[in-house]
């Protein structure tokens, strides 16, 4: 089977929804975030705040292009859409699935946005970073499932049925 590679905003809930995911489908699951803590020894905010978010990028887009997985749902960090090479290597044999969620919605979902790993140009807004990275979401996605006011197991539901009718 093709992997699976979710993409979205911090706080769409693609590690939890990919680890449903997997299960459902008897399919291996990876988190692209994990991956860089476990390669770097250090947490992703510690990468951002010490290193700074272009060297956060680079250290993503390494890692990504270093994966070779089969039969796998990959949770990605929601800046993966900031680099072409590592979508294009992620969307290659695989089924891309665009987690969308309000604006509101993550601000709900996000209580720990200074410690999260999340990567913004200094001086962005939330706002800013969400209509920067949307139409990337956008350009990316083989689906687009809309996951705001839902529970995990809709999700699951909805991307199973996306995959099985488009894939």
């Given at each position: 089977m093709k992997n699976i590679v979710l993409i979205g905003l911090p706080g769409?809930?693609?590690?939890?929804?990919?680890?449903?995911l997997a299960k459902t489908l008897g399919m291996n699951f990876v988190d692209t975030d994990i991956i860089i803590q476990e390669k770097t020894g250090r947490f992703l905010q510690a990468i951002i705040d010490e290193d700074g978010p272009a060297r956060f990028l680079e250290?993503?887009?390494?890692?990504i292009l270093g994966l070779k997985v089969t039969n796998t749902v990959i949770a990605t960090g929601g800046s993966v859409v900031y680099s072409d090479?590592?979508?294009?290597?992620?969307?290659?044999?695989?089924?891309?699935a665009y987690?969308?969620?309000s604006f509101e919605e993550m601000r709900k979902r996000l209580k720990n946005i200074?410690?999260?790993?999340?990567?913004?140009?200094?001086g962005q807004?939330?706002?800013?970073?969400?209509?920067q990275r949307t139409p990337l979401y956008e350009k990316y996605a083989d689906v687009t499932?809309?996951?705001?006011?839902?529970?995990f197991e809709s999700v699951v539901e909805k991307v199973v049925e996306k995959i099985q009718k488009e894939g």
């Open positions: 769409a809930g693609k590690s939890t929804i990919g680890v449903i250290i993503e887009e390494q890692n090479a590592a979508m294009n290597h992620l969307g290659s044999g695989s089924f891309v987690l969308k969620i200074k410690t999260r790993g999340v990567v913004m140009i200094p807004s939330l706002h800013d970073m969400v209509d499932i809309d996951c705001t006011d839902e529970d």
